[in-house]
Protein backbone atom coordinates (compact mmCIF):
# COMPACT_ATOMS: atom_id res chain seq x y z
CA UNK A 1 0.00 0.00 0.00
CA UNK A 2 2.51 2.19 1.13
CA UNK A 3 -0.13 5.61 1.43
CA UNK A 4 -1.01 5.13 5.03
CA UNK A 5 1.57 4.33 8.10
CA UNK A 6 2.21 0.80 8.99
CA UNK A 7 -0.52 -0.30 11.33
CA UNK A 8 -3.29 0.95 9.76
CA UNK A 9 -1.95 -0.77 6.60
CA UNK A 10 -1.45 -4.19 8.95
CA UNK A 11 -5.43 -3.41 10.76
CA UNK A 12 -6.83 -3.48 6.69
CA UNK A 13 -4.58 -6.33 5.41
CA UNK A 14 -5.68 -8.56 8.69
CA UNK A 15 -9.43 -7.90 8.83
CA UNK A 16 -10.07 -7.04 4.78
CA UNK A 17 -7.47 -9.12 3.23
CA UNK A 18 -5.48 -8.29 -0.35
CA UNK A 19 -5.92 -5.07 -1.20
CA UNK A 20 -7.24 -4.87 -5.13
CA UNK A 21 -6.90 -0.97 -5.71
CA UNK A 22 -6.81 2.10 -4.30
CA UNK A 23 -8.46 5.29 -5.85
CA UNK A 24 -7.98 9.16 -4.81
CA UNK A 25 -11.02 10.49 -4.35
CA UNK A 26 -11.88 14.33 -5.55
CA UNK A 27 -12.65 17.78 -3.36
CA UNK A 28 -9.44 16.97 -1.13
CA UNK A 29 -7.10 19.92 -0.31
CA UNK A 30 -3.40 18.47 -0.56
CA UNK A 31 -1.98 21.83 0.57
CA UNK A 32 -3.75 21.69 3.78
CA UNK A 33 -3.37 17.94 4.14
CA UNK A 34 -6.38 16.66 3.56
CA UNK A 35 -6.67 13.28 1.72
CA UNK A 36 -9.47 10.71 0.44
CA UNK A 37 -9.35 7.43 -0.86
CA UNK A 38 -11.49 4.65 -1.52
CA UNK A 39 -10.08 1.31 -1.11
CA UNK A 40 -11.55 -1.94 -2.81
CA UNK A 41 -10.49 -5.06 -1.54
CA UNK A 42 -11.97 -8.59 -2.17
CA UNK A 43 -15.63 -8.33 -1.40
CA UNK A 44 -16.09 -5.15 -0.20
CA UNK A 45 -15.13 -1.31 -0.55
CA UNK A 46 -14.88 1.77 1.38
CA UNK A 47 -13.58 5.16 1.73
CA UNK A 48 -10.68 6.22 3.75
CA UNK A 49 -10.54 9.91 4.93
CA UNK A 50 -7.10 11.84 6.95
CA UNK A 51 -9.06 13.29 9.16
CA UNK A 52 -7.85 16.00 11.72
CA UNK A 53 -8.31 15.83 15.41
CA UNK A 54 -11.61 17.64 15.84
CA UNK A 55 -12.73 16.11 13.30
CA UNK A 56 -12.19 12.46 14.37
CA UNK A 57 -13.89 13.56 17.64
CA UNK A 58 -16.94 14.39 16.15
CA UNK A 59 -17.54 11.70 13.97
CA UNK A 60 -16.77 9.04 16.94
CA UNK A 61 -19.65 11.09 18.83
CA UNK A 62 -22.26 10.98 15.82
CA UNK A 63 -21.26 7.14 15.44
CA UNK A 64 -22.47 6.48 18.87
CA UNK A 65 -25.65 8.53 18.45
CA UNK A 66 -26.42 7.16 15.24
CA UNK A 67 -25.48 3.79 16.74
CA UNK A 68 -28.68 4.71 19.26
CA UNK A 69 -30.98 6.06 16.47
CA UNK A 70 -30.34 2.64 14.83
CA UNK A 71 -31.59 0.67 18.24
CA UNK A 72 -34.45 2.69 18.78
CA UNK A 73 -35.67 2.31 15.10
CA UNK A 74 -34.69 -0.95 15.34
CA UNK A 75 -36.91 -1.79 18.67
CA UNK A 76 -39.76 0.51 17.21
CA UNK A 77 -39.73 -1.87 13.95
CA UNK A 78 -40.40 -4.95 15.78
CA UNK A 79 -42.70 -3.27 18.72
CA UNK A 80 -44.70 -2.74 15.47
CA UNK A 81 -44.41 -6.02 13.82
CA UNK A 82 -45.89 -7.62 17.56
CA UNK A 83 -49.00 -5.53 16.61
CA UNK A 84 -50.12 -6.56 13.60
Do not use: D
Amino acid sequence: MKRFPWTIEQFLLENYGKLMSVEELNGVNKRKGTSCFRLFFEEKSFIVKKAKKKENMMFTKLFHLISEIRKLLFLRYITLIKKE
